[in-house]
C-alpha cells in the first residue's frame, strides 16, 4: 500500500523495538506518501473499504492484515499527516526464549 500510495517516489521506513514493558515490541512502517485523508482514516481496516479506483483494490488487505494482528494478541493503528505520509505501528506481544532452542511450547 505504502509504495503505490507513493508511487515510486519516497521513502519507505521500517523500524522494530521492544516497548518499555518488555513484554511487546512494536513494528513501524512509515512512508513519506501522500497522507490518509482524516475522514478516510478510522475506515481504512474495514473490509472491502478502498480509496482505489474500481478494479484496483479490493479493500481487503489492510482488514487481512488486522485479522492476523489481532489474532496474535497484538494491535495495529495508523497516523497520517496529508502531504507528509503515514505511520502504522503494529505491537505484538513477546514470546520468551527457551532453554532448548525450540519455540516458546516447548514442542
Known amino acids: 500500500n505504502a509504495a503505490q500510495a ?6 519507505l521506513t521500517l523500524k522494530s523495538y521492544p516497548l518499555p514493558d ?3 515490541i512494536c513494528i513501524e512502517i512509515s512512508d513519506t506518501g501522500p497522507g490518509i485523508e482524516p475522514d478516510v482514516l478510522p475506515q481504512i481496516f474495514d473490509p472491502f473499504f478502498t480509496t482505489k479506483e474500481e478494479g484496483k483494490g479490493t479493500g481487503l ?10 489474532h496474535h494478541k497484538g ?17 505484538l506481544p513477546r514470546i520468551p526464549a527457551t532453554n ?4 516458546a511450547s516447548g514442542a
Open 100 to 103: 532448548n532452542g525450540g519455540d
Open 6 to 11: 507513493m508511487a515510486g517516489k519516497g521513502r
Open 22 to 24: 518488555e513484554q511487546r
Open 61 to 70: 488487505g489492510l482488514s487481512l492484515v488486522y485479522g492476523i494482528i489481532r
Open 75 to 91: 494491535r495495529i493503528t495508523a497516523h497520517s499527516d496529508i502531504g507528509r505520509g503515514t505511520t502504522f505501528k503494529i505491537e
